[in-house]
């Protein structure tokens, strides 16, 4: 008994993905649409403003953790190549956060390096591999004018009305970038590292 192969059947226009496609923006940068939260629009605008600054600091802070992730070296490596790589993992979550109380701000975020890059307050690194001490100085300054941006943010959302954004701020952005800095500079303190002086 020979068994029949069914015919193959035309493929289903429903299945075929609909590749190259182009439209408009459904919203613009810089421009905002309210959500029912119970803050007027111009406490969120000036929010998303605010935000968006801090949220391309925050980017290129995480950015350069894991540049000196890649490039530490010497007796330090190990240490510092998963400290480097824990704050980075860190910052990611930040950014998230940040970006995600922008949009419910009823603003956009900036998402793009290049976009990023053209806004961003914190100096841009050589490409090359630096000296410890000089990756860590490079972090603690990035971190300093953050925390100086989230305390200026916080307190001007909380003025406003904008008690989410200063939560938000005060209590998770906040900590975990003096929390970081704590770590980081531990490791410029010129102890022995085999006999007391």
Known sequence: ???????????????????????????????LVKLPIA???QVCSGSVDLLNQLLADTMTLRDLYKKHHWQVSGPTFNALHLLYDKHFD????LVDLIAERIQLLGGITLAMGADVGEVTMIPRPPRGREEVPVQLSRLLEAHEL?????RSVATAAAESGDLGTNDLLAGTVLRTNELQVWFLSEHLVA??????T
């Open 1 to 31: 008994m020979t068994l029949k192969t069914p015919a193959p059947t035309p493929a289903s226009s429903k299945a075929r993905p609909h590749l190259h496609q182009h439209s408009h923006e459904t919203q613009a940068f810089g421009q």
């Open 39 to 41: 803050l007027g629009e």
């Open 90 to 93: 860190e910052q990611v979550l």
């Open 146 to 150: 953050i925390i100086l941006a989230t």
């Open 191 to 196: 102890m022995p590292l085999v006999k007391a």
